[in-house]
Structures are given as structure tokens and as C-alpha cells.
């Protein structure tokens, strides 16, 4: 892409379903359910004479979004009605917000694409976000082929008036690894947060990106297309990397881009012309008059600010701070929040703690435990091993009470049964030995049994310590401490043979 003479230009347009049990505008349930229009009154299927009434909680989490992005708030807002027609829309209208959003220019700060691991702290790059607005969701179109000879769509008003909220930002992102950087910290914000479960499976993140190309140096934007239907975060990646080449092939052979909506198609690989874009006034926007202007006091975005957690960023570097873990692992950690919460519960059980622990603890969890269940296609919730339960595993290798590689065994065993590490490690009799009295008569019997090597190695040959320190872990069933061994050897060894 860099030798390119062209650089893309993507500004992605976010929709978020609010984690609210109630409809935007009615009272109805948000829940997902596969029975068609279940959930549905006269207001969110557009009965004449009937009013919206907008939903509080969705509101406080719409400011909540706005603030943990840094937006500004409008203290005195309005909803906005947009114009325009589609079956799955039974108003005719959708009731959203257009001058006057509740948040306005944020910013959220991105990873990009750095060397090594270790330089992420350098790698940063802030996205400008232009506003946060609400809106409410349209119903859903099921297009079936009919008996006879007959295409026919059904439609579904379940999710017709559900909470969204859209965040759209500013054409900022320069290539499709930082549209993924920012989707990834953006879901990351909105799960810490509590807003939404963010799964991009069920719809409730979506992902609509504006692109452009125009020669490399100039300031002045192309034209642009939208690009609908990305149902995961490598689709989005997917399609920008297609629409990109598209574009610029297009310019290339002498063509213009015409400003339309264009559908990603997961199974071709490319993206298809829908329609040519709407521009704003085709929607005929005006206030909303069935609803009141807002105006919301500073105690109430006091009270708000107040519910906003520690986000994943500043943990992250406070893991890195006080804990000295690696950007890497740290960054793994803090991703998602459960993952964060558990190797902090797991943390908080080491007791006590030395400064190495939080680096072995996180050891654990990278490698063994999100191996483990990845490979059962679990998540951290669903882990058998409870964050206390690992927390007294990895400070049982820390003191030396069993070694790394018995602690392997007790925990494939946590992972089956979900019992305690003590529990294991006494069935199993697995006590790592440490005690040099014992250990120094498995010694003198072992050196007794080996004494070609035990003279190899008072002639010189140091090599020869290994066979004999592997002859001690034979026989005590990998139970003697290696470090302790390797070091009564050498001084019984030193002494003159008897
Ligand atoms: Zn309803």
C-alpha cells in the first residue's frame, strides 16, 4: 500500500444496541427471541396517533458512551426525525439525532502497527470521534422463496425500536489494520463500560466505513463510498482492503468513483453497488415533535462520570507501571474485561506477594490457561479453574513447593475437575522435595549406581552432572527440586570420592 500513489482515507460509522430491557420509545422487551413479532406494541410497529416516550436508562448510557470516548455533551438536545421509506420501517420515519447529538468531538487512542511488542507504549495514534448520537433500531426483512412460484419477505418487528447508539468518527484512520486497532479498542471501551455485549454475531455491533482515496500528500477528501454488511472485524478488514484496490483501479484507468452504498459479500470477496448514496437532505430532516427537547444539569453528568470504571488503556498501563508485566501482556490482559478482572481476583489471592508474581501469574494465564481454553473454545467465564484457584498454583511454584513442570500436571487436573491446587498436589503426593537431608541420600545412592559419570565428572567433564541430576529426578518421580539438586551434586562431588 505504501508504494501506492494513492492513500486511503476511512472514517467508520459505528451502531451499538444499548443493554436497556426496554424498547427506545415503548415499553416493550429488547429481548432476543427467534418468534417474529413477539415484542411489539402499537408504538414501535407505527400506529397512527400513538406517542414515543424516550427511554432514561438508554439515555445515561448514550452520555456514559459519550463521556468515556471524551466527548463534549450538549447540555440542551433534541431527537431529529429522518425521512425516508423501507418496509422494515413502519413509521416511515426513524426517530435519531441530527444537529444536536448528545456527544460531540471525542477521541479515542488506537494501537498501530509497531516493531516489537515491547514499543507499543511509542505506537499510539488518537482518532477523532465526531459525534455520539441516539437513535432507535428498524425491524428486520426475512426474505424466503415461496411455493408458489411466488418470492415473497416476511417482516419482523422485534428489534424495530430497540436502542442504538451510533458513534461515527472522523475520516482519521489511514489503512485497514487501524480500522481494526480502533473497532478493537472501541468494543474493548463499550465492554468495560457496560453499555452493550458488543457481539457482532447477534447485530448489536455493527460496522458501516466510509472510504476515499486521493493521491498521496494531497489534503482535500475524494469522493466517497459506504460500505455496508461487515459482520465481523475481519470482514471489515476484508472488504476496506478490497474497496481500496477497487478504487484505486478504478482512478487509475481514467474513471471516477460515483458516491454509493456498497454491500460487503463475505462469500465473493467483494463489495457490490446497493444504491447510490442519499445525500442528508433526501432525508428532509426536522425536530421531532412528538418528543421534548433535553436538558440535562450537571449533577446528572457528575453522577455519570462517576459510574465510568477504569478503562482498558489506563489499566493497562497501570499494570505495566506498578506490576512491571510487558506492553504485550498487558495488552492481552486488558482486552477484555473479564480477562482483566480475573488476573486481578487471581492476583489479589497471592498472598503474600513477591515483585516477580504478577509476571508469573500473567505467564500462566497468556500461555497455559487461554491456551487451554482455546483449544475448548471456552472463554475466561466459563474457565473450570477459578482465578483463586490459579492464583495459589502459580505461588505454590513460587515458593518452591512444587516445580513448573509438576504444576503442568495439577493444573490439566484443575482444568478436568475444577478442584484446588492443595487438594491435587496431596492425592497425587506431588511435593516438590527441597529438603537437602533427603535429597542428599538419593545422591550418594544415585552417584553409588553411576559411577562411571560421577568420575567423568570429578575428572572434568561437567557435562556429565546432567545424567546424574536426571538419575536423581528418576528416582524421586520428578519430585526433587532441580535447582537443590544441581547444587547438593556439585559439593558432594567436590568432596574428595570416598
Ligand atoms: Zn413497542
Known amino acids: 500500500m505504501n508504494n501506492s500513489a494513492y492513500e486511503p482515507v476511512i472514517g467508520l460509522e459505528v451502531h451499538v444496541q444499548l443493554k436497556t430491557k426496554s424498547k427506545m420509545f415503548c415499553g416493550c422487551s429488547t429481548e432476543f427471541t427467534l418468534d ?26 448514550n452520555l456514559k458512551t459519550a463521556l468515556a470516548l471524551n466527548c463534549g455533551i450538549n447540555r440542551h438536545s433534541i431527537f431529529a426525525r429522518k425521512n425516508y421509506f423501507y418496509p422494515d420501517l413502519p413509521k416511515n420515519y426513524q426517530i435519531t439525532q441530527y444537529e444536536v447529538p448528545f456527544g460531540y468531538d471525542g477521541f479515542l487512542e488506537i494501537d498501530i502497527e509497531r516493531e516489537s511488542p ?3 507504549a511509542k505506537a499510539k495514534k488518537t482518532i477523532r470521534i465526531k459525534r455520539v448520537h441516539q437513535e ?46 480502533y473497532l478493537s479498542a472501541l468494543k474493548s471501551v463499550l465492554q468495560y463500560i457496560e453499555v452493550s455485549d458488543c457481539d457482532m454475531e447477534k447485530g448489536s455491533l455493527r460496522c458501516d466505513a466510509n472510504v476515499s482515496i486521493r493521491k498521496r500528500g494531497e489534503t482535500e477528501l475524494g469522493t466517497k463510498t459506504e460500505i455496508k454488511n461487515m459482520n465481523s472485524f475481519k470482514s471489515v478488514r476484508d472488504a476496506l482492503d478490497y474497496e481500496i484496490r477497487r478504487q484505486v483501479e478504478v ?9 454509493e ?13 446497493m444504491r447510490s448514496k442519499e445525500q442528508a437532505h433526501d432525508y428532509r430532516y426536522f425536530p421531532e415533535p412528538d418528543l421534548p427537547p433535553f436538558e440535562f444539569d450537571e449533577n446528572l453528568i457528575d453522577a455519570i462520570k462517576k459510574d465510568i470504571p477504569e478503562l482498558p488503556e489506563k489499566l493497562k498501563q497501570r499494570l505495566v507501571e506498578e506490576c512491571q508485566l510487558s506492553q504485550y501482556d498487558a495488552e492481552v490482559l486488558t482486552k477484555e474485561k473479564p480477562l482483566a478482572r480475573y488476573f486481578e481476583t487471581a492476583l489479589a489471592s ?5 515483585p516477580n508474581s504478577p509476571k508469573l501469574l500473567a505467564n500462566w494465564i497468556n500461555t497455559e490457561l487461554l491456551g487451554k481454553l482455546n483449544s475448548e473454545n471456552k472463554n475466561v467465564e466459563q474457565s473450570p479453574v477459578s482465578p483463586e484457584n490459579l492464583g495459589e498454583l502459580v505461588k505454590l511454584i513460587e515458593t518452591g513447593a512444587i516445580s513448573g513442570k509438576i504444576a503442568k500436571t495439577v493444573f490439566a487436573d484443575m482444568m478436568s475437575t475444577g478442584r484446588a491446587p492443595a487438594a491435587i498436589i496431596k492425592e497425587k503426593g506431588l511435593v516438590q522435595i527441597s529438603d537437602e537431608n533427603e535429597l542428599k541420600n538419593v545422591i550418594n ?6 559411577q562411571k559419570a560421577a568420575d567423568e565428572y570429578r575428572a572434568g567433564k561437567k557435562q556429565a552432572l546432567g545424567s546424574l541430576v536426571g538419575a536423581v529426578m528418576k ?11 544441581n547444587k547438593l551434586l556439585q559439593e558432594v562431588l567436590s568432596e574428595p570420592a570416598v
Not at 417474529?36 to 424516550?54: D, E, H, K, R, Y
Not at 422463496?145 to 424495530?160: A, C, E, P, T
Open 475 to 485: 528416582k524421586t518421580s520428578g519430585k526433587a527440586n532441580p535447582q537443590v539438586v
Open 261 to 273: 452504498t456498497r454491500l460487503w459479500d463475505d462469500k465473493a470477496n467483494i463489495t457490490g453497488s
Open 251 to 259: 482512478v487509475g484507468n481514467g474513471g471516477k468513483i460515483v458516491q
Open 36 to 61: 417474529p413479532n413477539v415484542n411489539i406494541c402499537p408504538v414501535c410497529t407505527g400506529q397512527p396517533g400513538v406517542l414515543p416516550v424516550a427511554n432514561r436508562k438508554a439515555i445515561e448510557l
Open 118 to 120: 515491547e514499543a507499543a
Open 136 to 181: 432507535e433500531d428498524t425491524g428486520k426483512l426475512l426474505h424466503a422463496l415461496g411455493s408458489r412460484k411466488l418470492d415473497y419477505s416476511l417482516v419482523d418487528f422485534n428489534r424495530s425500536g430497540v436502542p442504538l447508539l451510533e458513534i461515527v468518527s472522523e475520516p482519521d484512520i489511514a489503512n485497514p489494520d487501524e480500522a481494526h486497532a
Open 445 to 450: 545412592d544415585v552417584i553409588k549406581e553411576n
Open 350 to 354: 497471592m498472598n503474600p506477594r513477591t
